[in-house]
């Protein structure tokens, strides 16, 4: 049995989407936002589009939430791309400064140019892009020093552009997630869930919490190099062996060994926990090459 679509496009990010393709015209910089847990699928497909030859600073955030081994493959990974990723733990002001040097770099290039062609200075305009809830706001909130963007664990917090200054050199857009109208990658799409950078209403806890399951059978036992997750990750949280039970089974087995048989009840704190790092730190997403 196929397990339904999940697809989530709220009204205020489809009208906050087309108010965003006119402010990058006006745009300097894009720093893109990613969850480090699930590099490639926290990549919108359209920013490559959106942004096409504009400096743009990739940031891999929620770096305390992955292994050391994790984020160092990652990196390789996408530095062979030409990608330079800067690592940043966001919620505790890690790795800002050097996001700061990035696009104050950026900046200075921008400016020189300027300057060649008899044109004064001025601030560079930079803007955040990135999913629902992978930490634009928090990291906003470390680039100003201040907390001045409503910033919190889940997807839809901020809802409108606005510009922001955050030195004379520099000033910020910042976004409400954006997602593509259609979400046609639907394995990218559970991951996403999974790390709560959608919606809730879009998908059903019980069929993420099995996928999440499903997907650390599936690394655990991988052939790639360990270091992605913990070794019996779940055995370890829950003291319930997963021996030969498919995912459902096995959720449903948790739900009686904790819950009294209430699978939506597990099935939520699951997802919580793996959320909160309580799984230990695990990364879904696995580079093509190791």
């Known amino acids: 049995m196929s397990t339904?679509?999940?697809?989530?496009?709220?009204?205020?990010?489809?009208?906050?989407?087309?108010?965003?393709?006119?402010?990058l015209k006006k745009v300097d910089l894009v720093l893109e936002v990613r969850d480090a847990r699930i590099p490639v699928s926290s990549h919108h497909p359209q920013i490559q589009a959106w942004i096409g030859e504009k400096p743009h600073i990739l940031v891999m955030n929620r770096v305390d939430l992955v292994t050391i081994a994790s984020n160092q493959a990652w990196l390789a990974c996408l530095k062979a791309q030409g990608q330079v990723p800067y690592c940043t733990d966001a919620q505790h002001g890690k790795g800002i400064k050097a996001v700061i040097t990035a696009a104050?770099?950026?900046?200075?290039?921008?400016?020189?140019?300027?300057?060649?062609?008899?044109?004064?200075?001025?601030?560079?305009?930079?803007?955040?892009?990135?999913?629902?809830?992978?930490?634009?706001?928090?990291?906003?909130?470390?680039?100003?020093?201040?907390?001045?963007?409503?910033?919190?664990?889940?997807?839809?917090?901020?809802?409108?552009?606005?510009?922001?200054?955050?030195?004379?050199?520099?000033?910020l857009l910042d976004t409400p997630g954006v997602l593509p109208a259609k979400l046609t990658d639907q394995d990218a799409a559970y991951k996403l869930a999974i790390c709560d950078d959608?919606?809730?209403?879009?998908?059903?806890?019980?069929?993420?919490?099995?996928?999440?399951?499903?997907?650390?059978?599936t690394i655990d036992t991988c052939e790639k190099p360990p270091g992605f997750l913990p070794a019996n990750s779940l055995q370890n949280r829950y003291t319930l062996e997963l021996q030969s039970m498919t995912a459902a089974e096995y959720l449903a087995a948790l739900a009686e060994h904790r819950h009294q048989g209430d699978v939506e009840r597990m099935a939520q704190q699951l997802l919580n926990d793996f959320r909160k790092g309580l799984l230990g730190k695990i990364t879904l997403d696995l580079p093509p090459v190791l």
Not at 106 to 121: A, E, H, L, Y
Not at 198 to 217: H, K
Request: contains cysteine.
């Open 198 to 217: 959608i919606g809730t209403a879009a998908y059903e806890s019980q069929l993420v919490a099995t996928t999440l399951i499903e997907l650390l059978q």
């Open 4 to 23: 339904p679509p999940i697809q989530w496009y709220p009204g205020h990010i489809a009208k906050a989407e087309k108010a965003l393709v006119e402010q």
């Open 104 to 171: 104050e770099k950026v900046g200075k290039k921008i400016n020189q140019r300027r300057c060649d062609r008899g044109m004064k200075p001025r601030p560079v305009r930079a803007v955040v892009l990135g999913f629902p809830n992978v930490g634009k706001s928090a990291l906003i909130n470390r680039l100003l020093k201040r907390r001045i963007v409503e910033s919190a664990r889940r997807p839809g917090v901020t809802r409108q552009l606005r510009w922001i200054r955050v030195s004379q050199g520099l000033d």
